[in-house]
């Protein structure tokens, strides 16, 4: 990772929820959530918070580094129907060599949706993918 990134560095990253970020739309195998409200789902909450962070932090990583989520801690405190617009502000709150670590807080045009932490681990790309494909390997699975 480049050494310019320090605490303090703030991004932000807006979005408008889809039918695809809703609740029902990712149940997958879960029968239940096929009901649920089509509000913007947790799940598609962390994903907009990895990739704001991400964004963040991408223009500071060397050739051949890519950074991975590995904390998630956040709220997820009010509604936000599809159509709405969702802003998410991020700050860099500790930089060590190979990991990142972010506040965020994110807004809809009405409320404070979710606030939280948010950590990236740096790995070499190449490194990470023989991981995968080892393990891969071991339990069985082609890749």
Same mark, same amino acid.
């Given at each position: 990772m480049k050494p310019a990134l320090a605490q303090g560095a703030t991004s932000s990253l807006l979005k408008q @929820? =889809?039918?695809?970020?809703? @609740?029902?739309?990712?149940?997958? =195998?879960?029968? %239940?959530?096929? =009901?649920?409200? #089509? @509000? %913007?789902?947790t799940a598609a909450l962390v994903s907009f918070i990895e990739a704001a962070c991400a964004e963040a932090l991408a223009p500071h990583l060397e050739d051949g580094e890519v950074s991975l989520g590995? @904390?998630? +801690?956040? +709220?997820?405190s009010a509604p936000t129907p599809v159509g709405a617009t969702i802003r998410a502000e991020v700050e860099v709150t500790h930089v060590e060599p190979r990991s990142v670590s972010f506040s965020v807080t994110v807004l809809d045009e009405e409320d404070v949706i979710s606030v939280g932490t948010h950590t990236r681990a740096v790995v070499q790309r190449h490194r990470f993918d023989? #991981?995968? +494909? =080892? #393990?891969?390997?071991?339990l069985g699975i082609a890749p």
């Amino acid at each position: 990772m480049k050494p310019a990134l320090a605490q303090g560095a703030t991004s932000s990253l807006l979005k408008q @929820v =889809d039918e695809t970020m809703t @609740v029902p739309y990712g149940r997958g =195998d879960y029968a %239940l959530f096929a =009901d649920m409200p #089509k @509000v %913007l789902a947790t799940a598609a909450l962390v994903s907009f918070i990895e990739a704001a962070c991400a964004e963040a932090l991408a223009p500071h990583l060397e050739d051949g580094e890519v950074s991975l989520g590995t @904390v998630v +801690s956040i +709220s997820h405190s009010a509604p936000t129907p599809v159509g709405a617009t969702i802003r998410a502000e991020v700050e860099v709150t500790h930089v060590e060599p190979r990991s990142v670590s972010f506040s965020v807080t994110v807004l809809d045009e009405e409320d404070v949706i979710s606030v939280g932490t948010h950590t990236r681990a740096v790995v070499q790309r190449h490194r990470f993918d023989q #991981k995968v +494909s =080892d #393990k891969a390997q071991r339990l069985g699975i082609a890749p």
